[in-house]
């Protein structure tokens, strides 16, 4: 039977050099932050917008607009005219779930006018009527009342997209935009979708101020996705109002298809930061052995197989991965969750959720058991006589 060395042995190996054990520790800790962080991230980006479509909602543009929202123009009655005209739209109440908007970037500045705050913010602004909550399911009003005339009601990541301070986004505060000054009378929360970024404001105050008598699109909600054709084909009889249809979840899954480049990126990020953890933490175990090399030889020449003393280093390096990942994690649910991240004149949480956490974890336990690998052949191929000899 194959002599195996106990678990403790490995344990008390560690303290033999806490420095070295340390920064090996910090490393770990290091990578499992880093993907969780990416976890997060990409996944975020991802289910920002996937959150935010619907499969029995469509989004009715003008042709001309090539799928861009801020630059489409609709036609201001076109709400009316659909719910009189397409058979399958859905009905709240006695309220078609048909919502006209407008989508636009301004530049805002906070507070009121008499406060004369240089600052200047990037940010957008939908005007919307009170059929946008019919429509958009993920948003819910959680502080305040929906907006009238001179109002706004913000998202709860606009204080974070902007790059301001929370209490200058609070209810009762004032803020510019399109020359006009708003009061801020709600909050609202649409989890996992880039519209808790956006400001909503009453939709014919803004056609005023921005000096326009149309919208920029229309959310249409059918009865269910099957109703989508009799939609279509009212967009291609009424040849006059160049319209398209797009079902919300194409329209949100093209988005998120946009920023695969920038998810790829986080990922080869994370890649070359591990695959320096892995040489970094090899060149360390492989130093390690260096100096054991005698004792290691020692053990062979007691009996104890090569493989043995390689599950013992192995053994070694989980245990110190797995400590530098709870480190790790810890730092990420500190730092990282809750967080957002800005993109152009939105922005998005991170989560670190049940996935992020097996990623970090179980990437820094791989980084740790592949670190070995240089060690353990060397330990395979050890000549125990020399070995012996080594000062």
Known sequence: MTRTLPFDYAIRNLGRRPFRTLLTALSSALVAALLVATTAFVRGLGQTFSGAAQPDTAILLSTVAERDVVRSTVSAGLPELVA????????????????????????????????????????????VTERAFLVHEAVTLIEGRPPRTGEVIVGQLVAEQLGADPS????????????????????????GTTI?????????????????????????????????????????????????????????????????????????????????????????????VQDRLRELAALRAVGYSGLAIVRSLAQEALVLAALG???????????????????????????????????????????????????????????????????
């Open 168 to 191: 200058e986004l609070a209810l009762g505060r004032k803020l510019r935009f399109e020359g006009s000054e708003f009061e801020i009378v709600g909050r609202f929360s649409a989890p």
């Open 196 to 288: 808790e970024a956006e400001i909503w404001t009453p939709l014919a105050e803004l056609r005023g101020l921005t000096k326009r008598d149309d919208s920029s699109v229309v959310f249409v909600r059918m009865q269910s996705p099957d109703d989508f054709g009799a939609l279509e084909l009212f967009t291609r009889r009424r040849l006059d109002l160049e319209l398209m249809m797009i079902p919300s979840s194409v329209y949100y899954r093209e988005l998120s298809e946009y920023f695969a480049p920038i998810r790829a990126m986080a990922w080869a990020m994370a890649a070359l930061i591990a695959a320096g953890a892995i040489f970094g933490g090899a060149n360390t175990l492989n130093a390690a």
């Open 325 to 391: 990942a709870v480190i790790g994690l810890a730092l990420a649910r500190l730092f990282i969750a809750g967080g957002a991240v800005r993109i152009a004149m939105s922005a998005f949480s991170l989560r670190v959720d049940a996935i992020a956490v097996l990623v970090g974890f179980g990437g820094a336990l791989l980084l740790g058991l592949f670190g070995t690998a240089p060690a353990a052949l060397r330990v395979l191929r050890m000549p125990i006589a020399a070995a012996l000899k080594e000062i």
């Open 84 to 127: 009189a005209s397409v058979p399958g739209v859905r009905s709240i109440g006695s309220t078609p779930a048909v919502s006209a908007e407008i989508h636009m970037g301004t530049t805002l500045h906070l507070g009121s006018a008499d406060q004369n705050d240089p600052r200047e913010f990037a940010a957008f602004v939908r005007g």
